[in-house]
């Protein structure tokens, strides 16, 4: 008998239904999106629920709003869509980079925004491209809405800040504006990689000044981190080779990278530098 033969799964119709279940089922129950990673985990070993609740294609979870200063997108939004999304492209283009490098296209047509973050890979492909927008998780119960920033969301490996009876219901993500953004992964291969170490930036320049950075990395640490003290550093400087040098020099040496079966921690280390050096370059 397959693992995934004993789960009691139910589909909920909308998000209300979807959030009393879930407020009944506590910690007993697992909530299942596009189900790219979790069934692999049950299948691959780890126990699986007694009972899931299903919120693939929920209506509520599905929607994207493109408001003056920031964009409103559902938790059940595939990678897919962002991709195809206009409005993504022109706002938040590095998570337009980032969902076109989940897997294959079979993945990204089925694996979820939400999904990806509730997962809580140091490995998601998406977390660094959210984390530099400074933008909320809006999560959802019979309670109300709960708002988080993303740069406190992931509090430790495959953990976040969500309650058991909350369900992740969308991510409010500032635009861009005047900045510009970039997203770089790094894998063993240049498709259907686990990525060794991926980077994402928005930094907004002016007159040849740096206004402001944003620099995330993901697969270096338990949760994806910020780079706080390279962009302390770069914030009002205007940008030079020097400038770049040292702030390579600089993210060189303040990174604390893991070692793991991917890469080892000197070859991270050596990668922050450069990656934070290609955001500054391609400014």
Not at 6 to 23: G, T
Request: aromatic residues 4%; proline residues 6%.
């Amino acid at each position: 008998m397959r693992p995934t033969e004993n789960i009691n799964i139910r589909f909920p119709k909308n998000l209300q239904e979807a959030l009393r279940l879930q407020a009944k089922a506590g910690t007993r129950g697992q909530l299942l999106a596009g189900g790219t990673d979790l069934m692999v985990q049950w299948v691959s070993g780890t126990p699986p629920p007694r009972r899931a609740t299903s919120v693939w294609n929920l209506p509520e979870l599905c929607e994207i709003e493109v408001r003056d200063k920031d964009i409103l997108i559902g938790a059940g939004v595939t990678h897919a869509f962002l991709v195809d999304a206009t409005p993504i492209h022109r706002h938040l283009p590095a998570l337009v980079a980032a969902a076109g490098t989940v897997g294959a296209a079979q993945i990204q047509a089925r694996g979820t925004l939400g999904g990806n973050v509730a997962n809580a890979s140091p490995a998601g492909d998406t977390a660094p491209a959210l984390l530099v927008t400074d933008g909320t998780v809006l999560l959802a119960s019979l309670g109300g809405i709960r708002e988080v920033p993303l740069t406190q969301f992931w509090t430790g490996y495959r953990q976040i800040d969500a309650r058991p009876d909350e369900i992740i219901q969308a991510f409010r993500l500032p635009k861009k504006g005047a900045a510009r953004e970039r997203f770089r992964k790094i894998g063993t291969r240049k498709a259907q990689a686990i990525s060794k170490i991926m980077a994402a930036s928005r930094i907004r320049v002016r007159k040849g000044q740096i206004v402001s950075a944003a620099i995330a990395l993901g697969s270096i640490a338990a949760t994806p981190v910020r780079l706080t003290q390279v962009e302390d550093f770069l914030a009002g400087k205007p940008l030079t080779a020097k400038l770049i040098t040292d702030a390579e020099q600089l993210a060189q040496k303040t990174v604390q990278p893991i070692a793991d079966i991917r890469s080892t921690a000197e070859y991270r280390r050596w990668v922050t530098g450069r990656l934070v050096r290609d955001a500054l370059e391609n400014l």
